[in-house]
């Protein structure tokens, strides 16, 4: 996909040459010229993120922008008039034919390439960002208890781990089948991640994910930082795990950081809450660290699979061979599926707050969201609980609600979170997540939840953004707090997609 470079100081961004819309980058008054070099003015008042024709549009003909359909108009519009949802429909389907490409080009090696940072080896080689204890409950019913242990261990044990932290869910009892194995698989995915010195998974006993069903998907080489405990075999079930809490500590407390190298990374790239900028600013800007990530050879995880419909080709173009395109292929196809089975169009998409944002249909904010995996061949697809395990970039299957989809990313291994947001959210998860303002008024407003500011490669370019957002994740990896983490917006959620008993 091609995309400016660097952004002129214009009130309106064309992204690519053959776009027939224009977004604002700033609020536009009713007649007031918008782009410099064109003729046109704005027929009404333009918000900021939202679009504007900059080329005649016949009703029926597609609209285009980053290069690509976002839809099809459905009256004729002029030159400086608004584009959304009163003029702009989806053209999206549940069925679509994809073509293999062949195996794309190597990415160039980027500067960033050779960063390091700080971070804590594990004996397995894979690399955490923190060195926490997690209490993992098997079964909503133990959460309290779970909740109420690491509060009394973080104050016995202050300063010596990053943190203990309980991971509450409702799930675990009267789940049946793929739902049962969803919420298995990641929790036992969770136990391995190597962000946690220690782990402990507490059960109640009786339930339907049992203690041993889940361990037994965790590879015995994996198990040493793990404990264990059924609350209804013991009689004082907190103080159980408080002595399994003092054992985890004890055995990871004296683990140093050392410096190794960017490729240690494993990143995940989230968008939440986007507007209209997303896919200018803060989208493109993570692109550029998962390529720098995978040209050092790290590992991209990117998942959110009903927020690439309609942008899938892309994707799928960069496929290193025909196996990982077919199982990209079955993966998008699964799961607009998984919307037919429940009777939903595919296009249920976006979310008022996207709309408000100015972003009108699914294929707009796809062709905004991909862009956070950057150029980076896509190596490996993995189904929902999997674990990226090539360099490069790995599609997760998850769907695109935040809390859902930032957990499956931490699960598959992610040890830092790039959350792009246009709208601002508090949310935080297992892994360090760095939340990245599409736009400048969005970071000064909410200072507290953002972490770093996109809306800067408007006016300083692209360049100076990525150096000073690769200086924030070096920091970061190396134990800089995050505004989640400081904030104490640590949670879990899991993919609940069948029956209830």
């Known amino acids: 996909m091609s995309k400016a470079s660097e952004y002129p100081i214009d009130k309106a961004i064309r992204v690519h040459t053959a776009d027939n819309v224009a977004t604002a980058i700033a609020d536009i008054a009713a007649g007031a010229k918008p782009i410099a ?21 016949a009703r029926g003909a597609a609209v285009i922008k980053y290069g690509f359909p976002i839809g099809i108009a459905t009256a004729d519009i002029a030159p400086g008039e608004h584009v959304h949802s009163h003029n702009l ?13 062949g195996a794309p080009a190597d990415a160039p090696p980027t500067a960033a390439s050779s960063c390091s940072f700080s971070g804590y080896v594990r004996a397995d080689g894979r690399v955490g960002t923190r060195n926490e204890i997690w209490i993992l409950p098997t079964v909503g019913c133990v959460g309290n208890l779970a909740a109420r242990v690491a509060r009394t261990a973080g104050i016995r044990h202050a300063g010596r781990v990053d943190g203990i932290h309980a991971f509450k869910h409702p799930f675990g009892c009267s789940q049946l089948g793929d739902d049962l194995g969803h919420t298995r698989a990641v929790l036992a995915a969770l136990a391995q991640h190597p962000n946690a010195g220690g782990v402990l998974i507490v059960g109640l006993g009786c339930e339907s994910n049992q203690l041993g069903a889940l361990t037994a998907l965790i590879p015995a080489d994996r198990r040493g930082h793990i404990r264990t405990l059924s609350a209804q075999a013991v009689e004082d079930d ?4 408080l002595a399994l809490i003092d054992e985890l500590v004890a055995g990871c407390a004296d683990t140093p950081r ?6 240690k990374l494993t990143l995940g790239v989230k968008c939440g809450g986007s507007d209209g900028l997303s896919g200018l600013t803060a989208n493109p800007l993570v692109g550029r660290m998962a390529d720098a990530v995978a040209a050092a050879g790290g590992q991209v995880i990117l998942t959110e699979i009903p927020e690439i419909f309609g942008a899938e080709q892309i994707l799928m173009d960069r496929a290193v061979s025909k196996p990982v395109f077919d199982d990209t292929v079955a993966l998008v196809r699964d799961f607009k599926d998984y919307f ?8 249920e998409n976006p979310s008022p707050g996207n709309i408000a944002g100015g972003i009108t249909t699914l294929e707009e904010k796809s062709l905004g969201a991909v862009q956070k995996g950057g150029q980076v061949p896509l190596v490996d697809v993995q189904r929902y609980g999997g674990e990226a395990r090539l360099a490069g970039l790995t599609l997760l299957e998850a769907p695109g609600n935040d809390a859902v989809s930032s957990t499956a990313l931490t699960a598959a291994g992610a040890t830092v979170i790039l959350f792009t947001t246009g709208r601002g959210t508090p949310l935080g998860f297992p892994a360090p997540t760095l939340k990245i303002a599409s736009n400048s008024d969005l970071a000064a407003r909410k200072a507290g939840w953002i972490d770093f500011d996109a809306g800067t490669v408007i006016n300083d370019g692209f360049d100076a953004a990525s150096n000073a957002l690769r200086d924030v994740i070096v920091a970061t990896a190396s134990g800089a707090i995050t505004k989640a ?11 609940k997609s069948g029956v209830t008993l």
């Open 340 to 347: 037919i089975r429940n009777g939903e169009p595919v296009s």
């Open 238 to 241: 907190e103080a159980a795990c």
């Open 258 to 263: 050392r410096e190794v190298p960017l490729s």
């Open 485 to 495: 983490e400081a904030n104490e917006e640590r949670d879990i959620a899991i993919w």
């Open 37 to 57: 070099r064109d003729d046109f003015c704005a027929a009404i008042a333009i918000a900021r993120g939202h679009k504007m024709a900059i080329a005649p549009i």
């Open 89 to 101: 429909a989806t053209a999206l389907g549940s069925n679509g034919e994809y073509q293999y490409a």
